[in-house]
T-cell receptor, first 114, second 116 residues
Framework: GNSVTQMEGPVTLSEEAFLTINCTYT??????LFWYVQYPGEGLQLLLK?????DKGSNKGFEATYRKETTSFHLEKGSVQVSDSAVYFC?????????????FGIGTKLQVIP | EAGVAQSPRYKIIEKRQSVAFWCNPI?????LYWYQQILGQGPKLLIQ????????DSQLPKDRFSAERLKGVDSTLKIQPAKLEDSAVYLC??????????????FGAGSRLTVL
């Protein structure tokens, strides 16, 4: 079945540091890939997405590129802020058509310190 | 637009008691999902509805969990009887359609259940 593997946290960075959160996936067909973010006390919300190989999703300074050859979708940000402290979830939808289930990774907690 | 509404936000019960969670999705969203998120883990799909029909309940513990989606709009998730391992946050999400890729989910704030 489909699965998502992402690096375990917590990740602690100083403000303005470079962020990478690794995500790899296993899926049949051609999945769509997502990053969701969960800020403290809030529900999950979509951060960015990519629907086909080599697509780059971007939002709020975050980027991730759909790499089919390495089955990866790593999240990056050049300069993190304290307000980026949250839990980040990599996710995919199944790639074989029909009603598609969204599969999530375990989440990576990011803490940014001033 | 209004978001996905869930209630209650918090519930504490003793094992073997029952509990129900309610979800009202975004208007017009055909697909509704219930996820279970145990502390330190990613969300796990319990059940997925397309309108008022179930399209995936393969991970729903049917001996104790049940869910329905009345008239294809709001939904209720029930646990009876609860076990200690049911302590988790129950997330409701909705999307325009479950068909095809790039299926973006909108989540509610979640209902946190503690079973003592």
């Amino acid at each position: 079945g489909n699965s998502v593997t992402q690096m375990e946290g917590p990740v602690t960075l100083s403000e303005e540091a470079f962020l990478t959160i690794n995500c790899t996936y296993t899926a049949t067909g051609y999945p769509s890939l997502f990053w969701y973010v969960q800020y403290p006390g809030e529900g999950l919300q979509l951060l960015l997405k990519a629907t086909k190989a080599d697509d780059k999703g971007s939002n709020k300074g975050f980027e991730a590129t759909y790499r089919k050859e390495t089955t990866s979708f790593h999240l990056e940000k050049g300069s993190v802020q304290v307000s980026d402290s949250a839990v980040y979830f990599c996710a995919l939808t199944g790639g074989t058509g029909g009603y598609q289930k969204v599969t999530f990774g375990i989440g990576t907690k990011l803490q940014v310190i001033p | 637009e209004a978001g996905v509404a869930q209630s209650p936000r918090y519930k504490i019960i003793e094992k073997r008691q029952s509990v129900a969670f309610w979800c009202n999705p975004i208007s017009g969203h055909a697909t509704l999902y219930w996820y279970q998120q145990i502390l330190g883990q990613g969300p796990k799909l319990l059940i997925q509805f397309q309108n008022n029909g179930v399209v995936d309940d393969s991970q729903l513990p049917k001996d104790r969990f049940s869910a329905e989606r009345l008239k294809g709009v709001d939904s209720t998730l029930k646990i009876q009887p609860a076990k200690l391992e049911d302590s988790a946050v129950y997330l409701c999400a909705s999307s325009l359609a479950g068909l095809g890729g790039a299926n973006v989910l909108t989540f509610g704030a979640g209902s946190r259940l503690t079973v003592l």
